[in-house]
């Protein structure tokens, strides 16, 4: 009898366990299922701090993985930075292996924005190509989503394929129109409207206008200011920089800025107004833009401020200060696409280091492993070639810029050339002792005047880096003969003619201007251009006059150099 009562006594004692751990089990997994809810419908700041607060020491592997995916989904729509994607991985296997459809294309989809959110792009593709690929759809939103993501790498990719990008928009659009998405359909008619802007045919620049129009007219109807802002300002900067419609731009862009106020911080929108209003002349309204522009906080900001600077010095006819920001702008933008490739050369040879790694392990016993070692050879052969390609690309610009800064250069060249015949002769007739030096300047100086005269009709004969080559012969100095004494006599001439002031720069800087600097000073003192000083002086390019110029200054203890020369002119 006391046997029987102890066998009835345990067995009521596993029952209420089994009955404590199904209802652990119930509300766990309903309190997740309510926070899934609120995740999945624009409630992730609310859900995040209390999943964050959640004591998961008890959990189960079930509980575990509904609620890693949940946090990692959370965390990435409220910005928060991943260092791990170990625990969404854990989730995305177990509901691999459980069969829960739903719930393993949740996984793989907070899979890849985990992998985004941590840099690694190609591997967030290929996990949403798998999210995507589930059929029968299991959550038409989440599909939608991991389309909508793809869309926006392949976009991104800088040696991607817009035209999947714009294919994968496309279908993510199709799902969420069916649910009546307007906020997500908004999305992706933006973006899809922002790739067409880049193609130059008309038909999908046309496509682009049908996009741009439909996402602004769906921002409005959700009274979204943001999305309406930037609608109107891609329209704008389609205008200005592939229409060359100006007017229209500026309409545009002006209508975009009153539209954000304040509220929206968007300092490119300014400087797109400021370069429309130059183009059509209004100065002053251009000046306004440019200086209540919000400040830059990309690199793509301070290529727009920077080619907006450049095109009012055109306006100006500022060579210098064109070619400045012009050379600001483009370095800049380069610096981007080569830091931009070097990225993805780096991730692909880093993934064949890790191929060849795998290859030696096993000894090259794999023809599938070897044919991957190669196609990573292939690739990376590829990017260095593309990369070669633009550099040279840009070479051939900077050759181009050159040609055609040297012709707007000719007649200031002449002007200055002219000015010296002219201190030269006048120094001739009240000075006799000044002839030694000035007799021998003058002849060279006169070759120059000539050789900037043909190279005036030469202008209208040669472009681009012909002409430059033509320049360069006409206007360098001899090497040999009596000529080649020119930047002694040059010099000596300075010091007469401007109150020693080459002697009195050496004794200000403590006599550490080399024979360069002196040189450099003494064609200033003269008023030449930047240009013909890079051309007379051998230098390649007009950017080492300038640090030329920085380092004489620093030497002589001035902000700049015309400070110092103006008290001897």
Request: aromatic fraction near 10%; proline fraction near 1%; glycine fraction near 4%.
């Amino acid at each position: 009898m006391i046997h029987s009562r102890h066998i009835i006594i345990v067995i009521l004692a596993v029952f209420a366990l089994m009955s404590v751990g199904c209802h652990h089990d119930n509300s766990t997994m309903q309190q997740l299922a309510g926070l899934d809810s609120m995740v999945y419908h624009q409630q992730e700041r609310e859900a995040l701090p209390i999943l964050q607060k959640m004591d998961v020491k008890g959990f189960y592997d079930e509980e575990k993985s509904y609620y890693s995916l949940l946090l990692a989904m959370a965390q990435y729509k409220c910005y928060q930075p991943f260092t791990s994607d170990s625990a969404i991985s854990e989730a995305v296997e177990h509901y691999r292996k459980s069969g829960d459809k739903v719930k393993y294309l949740k996984a793989l989809v907070a899979q890849g924005c985990v992998l985004e959110d941590l840099g690694n792009s190609d591997k967030a593709v290929e996990t949403y190509h798998k999210a995507e690929e589930i059929q029968p759809i299991a959550d038409t939103a989440i599909t939608a989503y991991a389309k909508l993501r793809l869309g926006v790498l392949y976009q991104e990719n800088i040696v991607g394929a817009k035209t999947i990008a714009i294919e994968k928009y496309k279908e993510a659009l199709q799902l969420y129109r069916s649910l009546d998405d307007k906020h997500y359909q908004m999305l992706c008619l933006s973006n899809i409207g922002a790739i067409y802007r880049d193609y130059k045919d008309k038909g999908r620049q046309d496509s682009c206008f049908f996009y741009i129009d439909a996402a602004t007219e769906l921002a409005k109807e959700l009274n979204d200011r943001y999305f309406t802002f930037i609608n109107i300002y891609h329209k704008a900067e389609f205008y200005e920089l592939y229409k060359f419609d100006y007017l229209t731009a500026k309409n545009l862009v002006v209508q975009a800025i009153k539209l954000g106020g304040e509220e929206i911080d968007h300092p490119r929108a300014h400087f797109c107004a400021a370069k429309s209003y130059i183009k059509l002349g209004q100065k002053d309204s251009a000046l306004y833009y440019l200086n209540h522009a919000p400040a830059v906080r990309s690199y793509s900001d301070s290529i727009m401020y920077f080619k907006a600077l450049s095109e009012i010095a055109l306006f100006d006819k500022d060579t210098e200060r064109w070619v400045y920001y012009y050379d600001k702008a483009n370095g800049l933008a380069d610096s981007i696409l080569i830091h931009s490739q070097n990225h993805r050369l780096l991730a692909v040879e880093k993934k064949y280091d890790v191929q060849l790694a795998e290859l030696n392990k096993i000894k090259y016993q794999s023809r599938f492993r070897g044919a991957l070692l190669a196609l990573a050879g292939v690739i990376i052969a590829s990017l260095l070639l593309l990369l070669g390609l633009m550099r040279y690309r840009n070479r051939l610009k900077m050759k181009q810029n050159e040609a055609e800064m040297l012709k707007a250069d000719l007649e200031d060249s002449l002007t200055n050339l002219k000015k010296m015949q002219r201190l030269l002769g006048d120094g001739e007739q009240s000075d006799d002792g000044k002839n030694n030096h000035s007799n021998k300047l003058r002849a060279i100086v006169n070759q120059q005047i000539d050789a900037v005269q043909q190279l005036m009709k030469l202008s209208y004969q040669y472009h681009g880096e012909d002409f430059a080559v033509k320049f360069r012969e006409a206007m360098t100095l001899p090497k040999t003969g009596d000529e080649s004494n020119y930047w002694s006599n040059l010099q000596t001439l300075a010091n007469d003619l401007h109150d020693n002031i080459l002697v009195k720069a050496q004794e200000t800087a403590g006599g550490t201007l080399n024979d360069s600097e002196l040189n450099l000073l003494a064609l200033y003192c003269f008023g030449f251009s930047f240009t013909t000083i890079m051309v007379t002086m051998g230098y390649k390019h007009i950017g080492t006059v300038y640090n030329k110029k920085n380092q004489i200054a620093k030497k002589l203890g001035v902000p700049d150099l015309d400070d110092f020369v103006s008290q001897y002119q």
